[in-house]
């Protein structure tokens, strides 16, 4: 099987910021603290999910809504973990997970 993931980014500055000086974060009507978002993910949290369940990784992008963002994950890819507010991960079932009951 194939898996396609758009998932928000809760490493993202403005999530962060919220916590640092608010000590919490406010559920919103869309974006990355959408209040239908039941689970929240950072890229590493959602790799090891993947790998846990039996799936690899073929293809991996981030993606944020202001151009700036986007040139400074380019200019400095660290940092896109940051700025960037959705990730985006295609991956394939491994045997082992297709011989799972």
Not at 16 to 27: A, N, Q, S, T
Not at 65 to 94: C, D, H, N
């Amino acid at each position: 099987g194939i898996l396609v993931l758009s998932l928000p980014n809760v490493r993202h500055l403005s999530v962060l910021f919220g916590l640092i000086l608010r000590g919490d974060w406010e559920y919103e009507p869309a974006g990355i603290l959408d209040h239908t978002h039941l689970r929240f993910f950072t890229t590493k949290s959602a790799r090891r999910l993947l790998k846990d369940c039996g799936f690899r990784i073929v293809a991996f992008d981030r993606w944020g809504a202001m151009p700036a963002s986007r040139a400074v994950a380019r200019l400095w890819p660290p940092l896109g973990e940051f700025v960037l507010s959705q990730f985006f991960m295609i991956a394939m079932a491994t045997e082992s997970a297709l011989e799972a009951p």
